[in-house]
């Protein structure tokens, strides 16, 4: 079955640096979505990517589709305390499947 | 707009009880999904449904497990009879687009603990 490497698996970082991550699959997606996840809480979609080389912004929040379509990467610009929390990729390939990265768990230290 | 709304958020039962786990998808999506989060597997899909029928049940653990969608603004998971290894965070998500291929927005979980 597909397969989704998401990295790091958690990340300290000072407050107002920049942070990034990023998903590689072993095979091709059409779709990748990225979803933010606070504790007690249901994952969250930030950004869905749906081309090749595509580049997205949220806010503070970018988000690309790398042209091979096996990976993607998520860039956060100036990091906040509120950044806390666990980010997951998830790529579909075609059907309504979503395969899920474990999630990398971001600390913010003011 | 309301998101999708699941209960009840926590729940905490002895084993071998039957519990229920209740979502009302987002007004006017098609397609709905309940999903199981645990530290060791993450989130596993369960079942799907696309315009109230379920179309992929191969995530259902064992015959304990069962879900329904009488409708389209209403499903329910049930496990009968519940055991220790059930517990975990269930989440249901729905969707807009052709064959469940839209964005998928998730409700805010049910915490389930099986004693």
């Known amino acids: 079955g597909q397969q989704l490497n998401q990295s790091p698996q958690s990340m300290f970082i000072q407050e107002g640096e920049d942070v990034s991550m990023n998903c590689t699959s072993s095979?091709?997606?059409?779709?990748w979505l990225w979803y933010k996840q606070d504790p007690g809480e249901g994952p969250v979609l930030l950004i869905a990517l749906y081309k090749a080389g595509e580049l997205t912004s949220n806010g503070r929040l970018t988000a690309q589709f790398g042209i091979t379509r096996k990976d993607s990467f998520l860039n956060i610009s100036a990091s906040i305390p509120s950044d806390v929390g666990i980010y997951f990729c998830?790529?579909?390939?075609?059907?309504?499947?979503?395969?899920f990265g474990k999630g990398t768990k971001l600390s913010v230290i003011p | 707009d309301a998101g999708v709304i699941q209960s009840p958020r926590h729940e905490v039962t002895e084993m071998g009880q039957e519990v229920t786990l209740r979502c009302k998808p987002i007004s006017g999506h098609n397609s709905l999904f309940w999903y199981r989060q645990t530290m060791m597997r993450g989130l596993e899909l369960l079942i799907y449904f696309n315009n109230n029928v379920p179309i992929d049940d191969s995530g259902m653990p064992e015959d304990r497990f069962s879900a329904k969608m009488p409708n389209a603004s209403f499903s329910t998971l049930k496990i009968q009879p519940s055991e220790p290894r059930d517990s975990a965070v269930y989440f249901c998500a729905s969707s807009f687009g052709q064959g469940g291929t839209g964005e998928l927005f998730f409700g805010e979980g049910s915490r389930l603990t099986v004693l």
């Open positions: 998830a790529g579909r390939a075609g059907s309504y499947q979503l395969t």
């Open positions: 095979s091709i997606f059409n779709t």
